[in-house]
């Protein structure tokens, strides 16, 4: 279900918008926000709740990993898209989970109409990092239906 009204949202984001998501503001095209579900550093998996306002979108970034590694999302309200580089966008909705392996470039965020969340789960790996790259263009986004 696609959400314009923020009140409407909120109330079916049941992990909670949680903050500005200040610390990687730099690398989201529009706002975002960050509710941690685990506390980082005390557990082994990190999990936090990402909420995107209507056309707020990540940079393409790469989960970098020696072995394990990647990322998991998993759709929890709203609509919102998923890309890996070379691949047609995945239109997201609740329930949908995404297995992103390390190494693959890729971004994820809101579609233009509607506010969308996610649970990000950092999975463990050896040597992980990650890499933040160009933005996705407005002609790269505005262009998925």
């Not at 200040?22 to 980082?40: D, H, I, K, W």
């Not at 990650?130 to 996705?136: G, Y």
């Amino acid at each position: 279900m696609r959400y314009q009204n923020e009140a409407e949202f909120n109330a079916a984001n049941v992990f909670g918008k949680g903050q500005d998501n200040v610390n990687f503001a730099q690398y989201f095209t529009g706002a975002s926000f960050l509710n941690p579900l685990t506390e980082f550093g005390k557990c082994p998996v990190f999990l936090a709740n990402v909420t995107f306002e209507p056309g707020c979108r990540n940079n393409w970034h790469i989960h970098h990993a020696v072995k394990g590694g990647g990322q998991i999302l998993i759709c929890t309200a709203g609509e919102g898209w998923y890309q890996e580089e070379g691949k047609e966008a995945a239109s997201l909705v609740p329930g949908t989970v995404i297995t992103i392996p390390a190494n693959v470039k890729h971004w994820h965020g809101a579609k233009r109409d509607s506010w969308f969340s996610h649970i990000s789960v950092e999975v463990p790996g050896e040597e992980t990092t990650n890499e933040w790259c160009n933005p996705v263009t407005d002609e790269e986004y505005n262009g998925l239906e």
